[in-house]
């Protein structure tokens, strides 16, 4: 913890002028064990025009925060007792406020923990390193919205919920575990070249399971194939359906299955069935654990891709053997995965990582998909960066096949007669 004599940068008394263009003035909560800072960040804090209170304990802090409804928390990360990790993995279970993390221990250390806290789910606005300095809060308030009190972190819908094999059985029998389709879009000239597929089971005495609940059960009791060939299926079914036959779906597939001998020949059958070619099928593979991939595993993607599938890294960057899977297997796409996103316009090391990753793609002939795009923002950056491809929120959400004829309907380009986005 710095001194308090070190802590402010700017000592002027100048009031800022400017407000935040809000129908609701956003109410802010300081969190911090040193009374001149503490008193410091409220004032400079009211100085924008927002109502501000402060806490100098965890205890204390969150007593007044589930007292009174604050839209905006302030959190010092070196405090005596409790630390401020501590008190925003509290957070993340039960709070939807937006966060500001401030520390004096470097800007880097206060990166990682944002991109910590984000991963658990936390709405982090953005950090504030010490000293203080007026203009950087001002600007990070600046981006402060109201939220609704009522609103509470989602969860599962039955956290509870035991999940028998022979529950999961039926239901990918049933087609209860049904695929949704995600676009993805060519950033060049914002073209739908393709679709990802998930898995979302449907319950209709459970209502939405996520999959976080029901694949590691597949993957444990032998159920990988029976899944992984369901949404295949229904993928096909919904790729043979549309007039444009250069459209693709990526489908995740665990190296399990690849190697499994019944795969081969029930891949073959369902392309015959829906009168698709393997170019029509990506396969998505995700990240090995810490052994990397054997001979049969390797054997397995090289006849994928001898037959003219193609095959896609995903998530690079977040396991153990990227880099050699990347020289081992001919993968032809490689998946920026959305936690390297995140951050891609605040952050300048995010921006470098992700251009050595469209750089090391580029290299091995790859095109690069980056994954997890939320904002317009988002989208140029990735483009300047040299992605070729974008998946996310802001382009479309994944969506029940039923919906998917719609929804190229009206986004259909005159011209062409295919799916075309505008991005700006």
Known sequence: MLHTRTLIAAHDTQAVSDTLAQDVTPSVLVLDDEAAVRETLCAMVRS????????????????????????????????????????????????????IITSGSGKRILK???????????????ILPKPLRRQHLKDLLSCA???????????????????????????????????????????????????EALARWLSPEHGVIPPDQFVPLASENGLELDLTLSILDQSMECLGSLSDTSLSVAVNIPLRVCTDPRFDKALTALLDVHGLLPKHIMFEVTEAGPSGIDHAELNALLRLRLKGHRLSIDDFGTGASSLERLIRIPFDELKIDRLFVRNI???RDARSLIRNLVQMGKLFGMTVTIEGVETPTSILISRKLGCDNAQG???????????????MLENRAPETHQCKLQLH
């Not at 989602?154 to 999961?168: A, V």
Request: aromatic letters at 6%; a negative charge; charged letters at 25%.
């Open 345 to 347: 316009d605040k952050s």
């Open 112 to 126: 990682s923990v944002q991109l910590s806290a984000e991963a658990s789910g936390v709405n982090v606005l953005g």
């Open 48 to 99: 924008c025009g927002l109502s501000a209170k402060c806490a100098a304990t965890a205890e204390q802090f969150f007593e007044t925060l589930h007292a009174t409804h604050f839209d905006l928390v302030i959190i010092d990360l070196q405090m005596p007792g409790c630390d401020g990790l501590e008190v925003i993995s509290r957070l993340a279970q039960t709070e939807t406020c937006q966060v």
């Open 145 to 195: 919205e109201p939220c609704k009190k009522s609103a509470q972190r989602e969860t599962p819908p039955e956290p509870d919920l035991k999940i028998c094999i022979d529950m999961l059985r039926d239901a990918i029998a049933k087609r209860e575990i049904t695929c949704f389709l995600q676009p993805k879009v060519r950033l060049g000239d914002g073209k739908v070249y393709g679709f």
């Open 393 to 407: 929120y802001v382009l479309a959400r994944p969506m029940p096949i039923s919906k998917l004829q719609d929804w």
